[in-house]
């Protein structure tokens, strides 16, 4: 026996590469647009010398900043290291079934990762075609579902009646949706929480919110559901939202005017990047986030994103079967894309 | 069936009580002095707009800084949120035997819990009657082991030669040392790294870098096995530290000379609350930690705690079997250890 034996095995999530220096970084979904300036007030403006104490470990402060604005309370949140670490805990304490989970075979692959770190059975549903989900899949016994709506990376958003139907077809299961883009032109499904003590649905301040770099996510829910997901989190680390995410999660929160105008200037740009890119021959699905997914008629995918990076210009490009020829492209700012579509034309010849 | 039935049950770890308004806090072993104010200005002089862009989830930069303090190399450090997020990676990586991991009856009660949540057999080891570890109740077969040095809540300090013995006898296993508490007082076992491949070491800047509000641990060991913590933590979350975390994490390791300051004061006042305590008729173990773990010869620890809790003075009390007439105190200021003398000798009739 050796140490090697008892050591977990596990094939971790590839995060999209960080770069650095002057590029075009449209590879990992980050927001063109500065957090609102009250953020980093916020930060500036924090007691340093109160660094020494530890955080509230019920992060009360800003569970109730998101309630004011969810019309909900403290209890019905979970906060949390970005929605990976929501999402992570939330696959840990509901999906202890024999059964397999659910999700579809194209959609965040951080949810096969998790499944395997954490011995959770699982089933991935075909999408159709044309990329769909196909709701009429998840009506039958499984150990739990989870959907990313929109969904990533085919930028696809369904509406919330698609969302309760499943809802109303698993009574048994905890189901999660995962709204990590939901700001970009979809609809939520938190109002239904209410309705569906079995639903939860994980948001993240990373995409919308601009704030990528501080790490904060959170789930809304029945609060039976929220209660046990903190005793699971205050069975792994009591204290993981450091002061100034707090800080700056309360002050993202409270500036609801430059969080809508940001978005605002992203949804425009995107509709403006989707038209160009299809003028020249790309086909791209109907995005309802901060990014494209989109694929050409004539030239691969690979080829496009090698080329890309030649000019310094980064997009996400998935070598995994059925989507290895779409490209996945962040929406930047109107500049960054006009650089985009010169450098695309002159790749594809035009 | 219903929901409940795959919902994991636990019983989660009770931090010490976080009051608010004006009180004399010694219950959860915060620093009494802020951090260096170069950490304060490294969070300050961030460039907020760049908090839209996810941290670097390598750490690079904090690792290479740590790296440089211990004459290691970054591939030796792991870095995470708090060292109660590096341990709880710790034990999903490396304790993965049927065998039962063993540490002590009487330690950092965290450990029974990722045990417990993770579904790791253990076995706690009875201290002795001076509150002393056994190491050779360690040279057994297990499925990993994890001491605590200085331990806590009992404040005693063992040499590296002793946790050498325990790591002689265990070849074929992963010791994690956790030295939440060393630099109060007590020998590092960083040293040993390069010869013994199966040890990690734990540490935090919580206590003696005043930055429990920064959440910030580390892990230092073998290339190899930082190698598979870090594989299990991309499972998980990929962006755990957010960029303030890094920005002050490097700052106080570049500030040794403050951070040394900050050491002796506290270990000075360490040694006048003993004398003082054990003049009022309390026995106190040796510590080596930023805390005190004391008895009464005639009055109830209980007792000592509650009354010094109506005088807005907390400290820490475990109703456990063995320790359930002690309290540990946290060393603050001096001012507040003569606050804390001069309600303690009211309550003691003196």
Request: glycine share 2%; with cysteine.
């Given at each position: 026996m050796s140490i090697e034996d008892n050591i977990r095995k596990v094939t971790p999530y590839v995060p999209g590469e960080q770069p650095v220096g002057k590029v075009i970084k449209l590879n990992t979904n980050e927001n063109p647009y500065p957090p609102a300036r009250e953020v980093g007030e916020a930060i500036r403006n924090m007691n340093m010398e109160n660094l020494r104490l530890y955080p509230d470990p019920e992060c009360m402060s800003l569970r109730k900043a998101l309630?004011?604005?969810?019309?909900?309370?403290?209890?019905?949140?979970?906060?949390?290291?970005?929605?990976?670490?929501?999402?992570?805990?939330?696959?840990?304490?509901?999906?202890?079934?024999?059964?397999?989970?659910?999700?579809?075979?194209?959609?965040?692959?951080?949810?096969?990762?998790?499944?395997?770190?954490?011995?959770?059975?699982?089933?991935?549903?075909?999408?159709d075609e044309n990329l769909h989900i196909k709701k009429e899949d998840y009506y039958r016994e499984n150990g739990g579902i989870i959907i990313t709506n929109p969904n990533a990376p085919t930028a696809i958003g369904e509406s919330p009646k698609f969302i309760e139907d499943i809802l109303k077809h698993n009574k048994d299961s905890v189901v999660i949706v995962d709204e990590a883009y939901v700001d970009f032109g979809c609809e939520s499904v938190v109002d239904l929480i209410d309705k569906y003590k079995n639903l939860v649905v994980v948001q993240t301040f990373s995409k919308s919110r601009s704030m990528a770099g501080m790490r904060i996510g959170y789930a809304i829910a029945d609060k039976n559901l929220i209660k046990v997901m903190?005793?699971?989190?205050?069975?792994?680390?009591?204290?993981?939202?450091?002061?100034?995410?707090?800080?700056?999660?309360?002050?993202?929160?409270?500036?609801?005017?430059?969080?809508?105008?940001?978005?605002?200037?992203?949804?425009?740009?995107?509709?403006?990047?989707?038209?160009?890119?299809?003028?020249?021959?790309?086909?791209?699905?109907?995005?309802?986030?901060?990014?494209?997914?989109?694929?050409?008629?004539?030239?691969?995918?690979?080829?496009?994103?090698?080329?890309?990076?030649?000019?310094?210009i980064y997009v996400r490009y998935f070598n995994l079967p059925r989507i290895n020829n779409y490209l996945r492209i962040t929406v930047g700012t109107r500049e960054d894309m006009d650089v985009l579509i010169e450098n695309l034309e002159d790749i594809c010849n035009l």
């Open positions: 309630a004011d604005r969810f019309d909900y309370d403290p209890e019905n949140i979970f906060v949390g290291v970005g929605s990976d670490d929501v999402l992570s805990i939330a696959f840990l304490t509901f999906f202890n079934s024999d059964k397999p989970i659910l999700f579809p075979d194209i959609t965040y692959s951080f949810y096969s990762v998790w499944a395997d770190v954490y011995n959770i059975p699982y089933e991935r549903i075909h999408v903190s005793d699971v989190k205050f069975s792994i680390n009591s204290y993981t939202m450091n002061q100034p995410a707090l800080q700056a999660g309360i002050a993202s929160v409270q500036n609801e005017e430059y969080f809508r105008d940001c978005i605002d200037k992203i949804i425009s740009t995107r509709e403006y990047t989707k038209e160009r890119l299809e003028s020249m021959g790309f086909t791209s699905t109907d995005s309802k986030t901060n990014f494209l997914f989109v694929t050409h008629k004539d030239i691969k995918a690979e080829y496009i994103f090698e080329e890309l990076k030649k000019r310094k």
